[in-house]
């Protein structure tokens, strides 16, 4: 079973709305994080937002927010007011244990924000 | 700010040839992965330094992959003949320690021919 999964393989968005994109994962451990990156067209990967499993609160980074449903085992990227340099690829990954360990990546979102 | 370098960005090169990629995270991170990701798919992880040891390299095909961190910086990542199916972009990220996220270099894309 995939440990990270990501429904949507493409959107379109048009400028100026507010983005939702999906990420649900498979984890026994009770202490996990919960990391979404972006990568556009060059390569780079950008970090965006981290969730911890014990955090109760939804995690912010400036237009960036993080729909944290911890029964549903769901961690949705919301990105409100959607600019164009948006437009990139969007991985959701997943830490399992406390530790520095390895992420397991999903397959990825393409977004493409339309003026 | 500090950044995770890598070299070089890419490199073609022709089947049964060796290749080498380095890493220099950034200073002052214990931790060291190294990342494979083939076009339209996510990372996948092939190894995980811990200062100069590795932590987790069960997912690195050791007949052909060899990677090193022999001071517990810089990294070096080896593949040893190269194969067709090794065309990927190979990312090195690092991290200050647990329950931190990790930063990623710009990769280098390999293409084997």
């Known amino acids: 079973a995939q440990k990270i999964t990501q429904t949507q393989p493409g959107m379109f968005v048009q400028e100026k709305e507010a983005v939702t994109l999906d990420c649900t994962y498979d984890?026994?451990?009770?202490?996990?994080?919960l990391f979404w990156y972006k990568q556009p067209s060059s390569g780079e990967m950008i970090f965006l937002i981290y969730?911890?499993?014990?955090?109760?609160q939804n995690a912010t980074e400036g237009r960036y927010s993080l729909n944290f449903q911890k029964a549903r085992k769901s961690a949705n990227l919301v990105i409100s007011a959607s600019q164009l340099g948006d437009s990139a690829m969007y991985f959701c990954a997943m830490r399992e244990g406390g530790g520095a360990d390895g992420l397991t990546f999903g397959k990825g979102t393409h977004l493409i924000i339309q003026p | 700010e500090a950044e995770v370098a890598q070299s070089p960005r890419y490199k073609i090169t022709e089947k049964s040839q060796a290749v080498a990629f380095w890493c220099d995270p950034i200073s002052g991170h214990a931790t060291l992965y190294w990342y494979r990701q083939i076009l339209g798919q996510g990372p996948e992880l092939l190894v995980q330094?811990?200062?100069?040891?590795?932590?987790?390299d069960s997912q690195l095909p050791k007949d052909r992959f060899s990677a090193e961190r022999l001071k517990g910086v810089d990294s070096t990542l080896k593949i040893q003949p190269a194969e067709l199916g090794d065309s990927a972009m190979y990312l090195c990220?690092?991290?200050?320690?647990?329950?931190?996220?990790?930063?990623f270099g710009p990769g280098t894309r390999l293409t084997v021919t």
């Open positions: 330094f811990q200062d100069e040891s590795v932590v987790d």
């Open positions: 969730q911890g499993s014990y955090d109760e």
């Open positions: 990220a690092s991290s200050s320690g647990r329950l931190r996220e990790q930063y």
């Open positions: 984890t026994s451990d009770q202490s996990y994080g």
